[in-house]
Every structure is written in structure tokens, then in C-alpha cells.
């Protein structure tokens, strides 16, 4: 709602905005600040905000200890993975039911979103039989291929919203111009289609990089993602916070930094698609 | 050879996702619901006996905790975040100068993992540690802060921590929707001297009738799939005192061996979300058609 705003009311308002700012960040903040102080000075009374060693004495720890970097890896397969395959998959999906839509099309995209309504523990125990039987229990390849399944819905209903905002007339022009279907995709399509893409891909890689239900199911030791290792530190360790704190800022820097400079996109995804 | 495939192409490319969809989530539903009709412990048996798992199921405490617990959760997470989300987007709305930013910090919590961010609340709330230290340390004494760890309140830990989570998503989505209402007709009503609070209850907010019904949906659907933050924060306790359906289900799946309990279980969680999702989905689907 646009309307005039007298500059007091201005600086208040933003005031008030950042106040509330700083509260939602305040959670985020602490673990931060907590990952840099020692065990004794994190669970110090009454807390200390600022004012302590700062030291990085628990980063060593927790790397050398956990082997930290096996479970970055395994975050960043199963969720660019998942992502990678999921939109391969989606995209031909999307754009068949944006650009030559039939009578049912509405209908199918909103049974395939409905299913990402149920829950996800109505087919756990099936899949992790499956996993069994198939020797992928606890592989990075198992857990690709259900986050892909679990977010195919996602992908495809995204996709779609931002497919169906590219004017038909540009594709009807280029074919007129005897483009083929393949170049259609390729040279038109595409490039129209790379935001959209771009803000599917980053909640994709968010929606996996935190998955919890199904890395803390179906892994173990291999294949385990940053998820579960913070899950795995919290209970043997769970009255170590610094150390705890700075396994978890370790987990969260990559997607608050990814985040920071892709605002839009995040802002987009993280709304799937109804923020443009 | 290339007409034919032309013609076809669009609904060859939609056959995967349709196939994958239809099996590992039909399949696989189907699967658990023949389980849960089975007297299954820790391996799957597939001799039907009838619905005796459910009937077990009714009669266990446990289970009634954890459906308590989703009403209480589900009801105060969704009207709380969806009021916080309307505060804040209003807030948002008044040509605050670094808007940008503040809405992505606003929606930091959304992209961030549960279980991650879960350890942060866990020191907030903790008694000995936390919020509960720092408000006796401004000189008031006798206050206490212990719902984490007392059985009647762990689960409002839970929403403080969902509503943090969730408010900023809230809050895009009806930003977005207070940025689309027509400018025309707000400033006809200043024109005729309406105050603003009346605009907001009498134009604004009704006009956004569609974003209330998709941030319910959404929140609905993460309120019953509730399972990381239970897991990060509580891990269902004290006792089994902030059990959800999803954590009752797992606890049976994993850590009890009563294959059958779990899936009577699941089959139950699936029915709620049928009876309270799926109808709003059609509804929406049918005023989007019209």
C-alpha cells in the first residue's frame, strides 16, 4: 500500500523493523558468537555477548575429531545431486504442461503437488526395506535419488508458474521462423526460462542441504550429510555448546552466505514462486 | 516418425515424473496401509489379521499425547505465525528503506536446518542457561522460564521455535499480496477521510482472502511433518511429553521394532492430512480454474 510517510514515522518504522530483525537473526547470532568463545565462557552466568577470548579452538577440535569434511562432501552430493537430476527430470515436465497444456494438465500438477502434502513417514519404512534389498542403504546414490523423488513435486509445480509467465506469441514468432522444437528450447525457451530456474534450483538445493527425516533414516556412517553429524554431535556432546555451536555454524555458513548474495532468488524460492 | 514424436513429445517428457510419483508415493502407501492390517513386529509379515493394530493404537497413552500434541502444536503455530507474518509484512510495508535486506534476514530461518538451528533454542530456553540467566540477571529474581524441560509445556517450546521458523515466510507471501492490492481504491478511501486501521480491516486484509488460504495450507502441511524440530529441540521429551505423529511413528519404526504400530500409525497421520489438506487444495484448485 503506497502512501505518504512523514520522515519521523520514517525512522521509527525502520527502527522498529530492524529491532524485529535483530530478534529473528538473534538465534542465528548467538550460535555464531558461541562456536568462538570456550566451553566455560559459552555457558558462562549471566551469558557474555561480546566481551570474551575470542578463539578458534573449537573449529580445530571439531575438525579434527569428526572428520568434518567427509560429511560436507556428502551434503553438497546429495543436495546438488538431487537438485541436478530433479531438474532434468522437471523441466521437459514443466514445459509440456506450461506450453501445450491438455485438458487434464491442471489437474495432474495439482495431484502431483497434493502428494507433497502427505506425510513423508507413509512410505519411509517401504523405501528403507527397498534400500536394503538394493545394497543403497546408507550411499549417497539412495539418498539422491529419494530427495530428487520427494521434491520432484516442488520442482515441477515451480517450474510450471514460471514457464507459464513466458508469452506463447515469442514461441509461435520463432516457429513461424522455422525454428525447430529443439532449437525452440534451446535458443528461446531457455534463456527466457534461467531466473525461474535459477530460483528452483537454490530452494531445491535449501529444501535438500536441510533435509533431516530421510538423511537421518537412511544414513549411517557413509553417506551421512551435515544434518545428521550436528544431529550425531548434539546428543553424545549435548553439554559441549561452543563445539556444538561451531559445527553448526559450519553446517549453516554455506546456505546464509549462498542466500546473501542471491537475495531475490532466495526470497522467490523460498516463497516457491508466488514472490517474483 | 518426427510428427509422430512431436505430437507426442509432451506427453512422453511428463511420463516420468508421473510414473515416479505414482509409485513411490501410491505404491508405497499402498504397502504401509497392508502392513498396518498385519501383525508385523520387526520384520514385515503380510498375512492380513485384520484392524487389530489400530485398535492398539487407540488404546495406546503414548499415541494419544501425540495427537494432543499436533492439535495443540498445529492450531497455535499456524494462527500465530499467520498474525506475526500479517504484523510484520504491514510493518515491512510502511517504505522502510532497507526493505531488501530485512526481508531476507526476515526469512534467514526458513533456509536454515531445524536441527541446526534447534541447538540455539535449546541454550535459549534451557533453565540454567539461557533467557531464564539473563531476565534474573536484570534484577528479577524470581522469574522462571523452565518450559523446556516441564511436561505440561515443552510443546510451546515447539511453536515459539515453528513460529520463528515460519513468521518471515508468512510474512513474504503477504507482503507480496499487500503490494498487489489496487492503489486506485486505497486512495479514494483516504480521500474520504477512512482511518487507516479501517482501510487495513475492511479492504486490505479481505482483499488477501487467497495468500490466508495458501500460508494455512502450507503451515498445515509443515505443522503435521513436524519432525526435525521435535528431534533437534526435545527429542520428544521429557518422557514422550512432546511426541508429534511423525516422531511416534519413527520411535515405533526404529527404536521399538513394532513395524505394525508404525504403520497404523502413518496410515492415520495420512488420513488427517486428507481430511484437512486435500479439500482446501481442490477448493483452491477450482477458484483458479473459474
Redesign the interface.
Known amino acids: 500500500?503506497?502512501?505518504a510517510?512523514t520522515p519521523q514515522?520514517?525512522i521509527i518504522?525502520?527502527a522498529?523493523?530492524?529491532a524485529?530483525?535483530l530478534a529473528?537473526?538473534f538465534?542465528?547470532l548467538?550460535?555464531i558468537l558461541?562456536s568462538f568463545k570456550t566451553e566455560a565462557q559459552a555457558?558462562a552466568?549471566?551469558?557474555i555477548f561480546l566481551g570474551f577470548d575470542w578463539t578458534l579452538e573449537n573449529y580445530k577440535v571439531v575438525m579434527e575429531r569428526s572428520d568434518y569434511a567427509k560429511y560436507l562432501w556428502n551434503s553438497i552430493i546429495i543436495a546438488g545431486g538431487s537438485t541436478l537430476l530433479g531438474v532434468i527430470?522437471?523441466v521437459?515436465?514443466a514445459?509440456?504442461?506450461a506450453f501445450?497444456p491438455?485438458r487434464r494438465t491442471?489437474?495432474?500438477l495439482?495431484w502431483?503437488?497434493?502428494?507433497?502434502?502427505?506425510?513423508?513417514?507413509?512410505?519411509?519404512?517401504?523405501?528403507y526395506?527397498l534400500f536394503i534389498k538394493l545394497g543403497i542403504l546408507d550411499s549417497q546414490i539412495g539418498l539422491v535419488i529419494v530427495l530428487m523423488?520427494i521434491n520432484?513435486?516442488i520442482i515441477?509445480w515451480m517450474l510450471y508458474t514460471y514457464f507459464k509467465e513466458i508469452p506463447g506469441e515469442i514461441l509461435e514468432a520463432a516457429r513461424m521462423d522455422g525454428a525447430t522444437?529443439k532449437e525452440e528450447v534451446i535458443y528461446i525457451l531457455t534463456p527466457m526460462a534461467v531466473p525461474g530456474i535459477a530460483s528452483t534450483i537454490l530452494l531445491n538445493v535449501?529444501l535438500a542441504?536441510?533435509e533431516?527425516?530421510w538423511t537421518?533414516?537412511l544414513t549411517a556412517a557413509k553417506a551421512a550429510p551435515?544434518?545428521a553429524f550436528?544431529?550425531s554431535y548434539?546428543?553424545p556432546e549435548g553439554l559441549f555448546?561452543a563445539k556444538?555451536?561451531a559445527a553448526?555454524t559450519m553446517?549453516?555458513a554455506p546456505?546464509?552466505i549462498l542466500?546473501?548474495f542471491s537475495?531475490k532468488q532466495?526470497?522467490s524460492g523460498?516463497?516457491?514462486g508466488?514472490?517474483k | 516418425m518426427t510428427l509422430w514424436l512431436?505430437r507426442h513429445?509432451?506427453?512422453l517428457?511428463?511420463a516420468?515424473?508421473?510414473a515416479?510419483?505414482l509409485l513411490?508415493?501410491y505404491?508405497?502407501?499402498a504397502?504401509?496401509g497392508w502392513?498396518s492390517l498385519t501383525k508385523s513386529r520387526l520384520m514385515?509379515k503380510y498375512d492380513i489379521e485384520g484392524v487389530q493394530q489400530y485398535t492398539r493404537l487407540f488404546d495406546a497413552p503414548r499415541w494419544d499425547v501425540a495427537m494432543n500434541n499436533l492439535y495443540i502444536f498445529g492450531a497455535l503455530f499456524i494462527v500465530i505465525a499467520m498474525v506475526l507474518g500479517l504484523l510484520?509484512a504491514i510493518?515491512?510495508?510502511?517504505?522502510?528503506?532497507?526493505e531488501?535486506?530485512?526481508?531476507?534476514?526476515?526469512?534467514?530461518?526458513?533456509?536454515?536446518?531445524?536441527?541446526?538451528?534447534?541447538?540455539?533454542?535449546?541454550?535459549?530456553l534451557n533453565p540454567?542457561?539461557?533467557l531464564e540467566?539473563?531476565v534474573q540477571?536484570w534484577g528479577f529474581e524470581n522469574f522462571k522460564f523452565d518450559w523446556l524441560v516441564n511436561p505440561d509445556y515443552a510443546i510451546y517450546t515447539i511453536v515459539i521455535a515453528a513460529v520463528?521458523q515460519s513468521s518471515?515466510?508468512v510474512m513474504?507471501?503477504f507482503?507480496?499480496g499487500?503490494r498487489s492490492?489496487d492503489?486506485e481504491i486505497?486512495?479514494a478511501a483516504?480521500v474520504d477521510g477512512i482511518p487507516t486501521t479501517r482501510?487495513y480491516t475492511a479492504i486490505?486484509i479481505p482483499s488477501m482472502a487467497p495468500i490466508f488460504l495458501?500460508a494455512f495450507?502450507?503451515l498445515s502441511?509443515l505443522a503435521?511433518?513436524s519432525?526435525?524440530l521435535v528431534?533437534?529441540m526435545t527429542?520428544g521429551g521429557p518422557g514422550y511429553a512432546t511426541d508429534l505423529?511423525?516422531t511416534y511413528?519413527?520411535a515405533m519404526?526404529?527404536s521399538r521394532g513394532d513395524?505394525g504400530q508404525?504403520?497404523s500409525?502413518?496410515?492415520i497421520?495420512?488420513l488427517v492430512?486428507f481430511t484437512i489438506?486435500?479439500p482446501y487444495?481442490?477448493s483452491e484448485?477450482r477458484t483458479?480454474?473459474d
Open positions: 500500500m503506497a502512501r510517510v514515522r520514517k518504522n525502520t522498529a523493523a530492524w524485529v530483525g529473528i537473526f538465534p542465528i548467538w550460535t558461541t555457558i552466568d549471566p551469558p527430470i522437471a521437459p515436465a514445459w509440456s504442461m501445450v491438455s491442471k489437474d495432474i495439482m502431483m503437488l497434493s502428494t507433497k502434502m502427505l506425510p513423508a513417514v507413509g512410505v519411509l519404512y517401504p523405501i526395506l523423488l520432484l513435486p515441477v522444437l535449501i542441504w536441510n533431516a527425516f537421518l533414516n551435515l544434518t550436528i544431529a548434539s546428543s555448546y556444538l555451536s553448526s553446517a549453516i546456505i546464509l542466500g546473501w537475495q532466495l526470497v523460498l516463497t516457491f508466488a514472490v | 512431436e513429445v509432451p506427453k517428457v511428463l516420468p515424473s508421473f515416479a510419483i513411490f508415493v505404491g508405497f502407501i504397502w504401509t502392513i514385515p510484520l510493518l515491512l510495508d510502511q517504505k522502510i528503506r532497507t531488501g535486506v530485512l526481508r531476507t534476514i526476515y526469512l534467514y530461518p526458513m533456509a536454515l536446518s531445524m536441527i541446526v538451528t534447534g541447538t540455539a533454542w535449546k541454550w535459549i540454567g542457561l539461557g540467566k539473563v540477571g520463528w518471515g515466510f513474504a507471501l507482503l507480496a499487500l492490492v492503489s486505497i486512495k483516504q482501510i486490505i495458501s495450507i502450507v502441511h503435521i511433518k519432525f526435525d528431534i533437534a527429542n505423529p511423525a511413528m519413527y519404526a526404529f513395524l508404525a504403520a500409525s502413518a496410515m497421520m495420512m492430512v489438506v486435500v487444495l481442490y484448485l483458479r480454474n
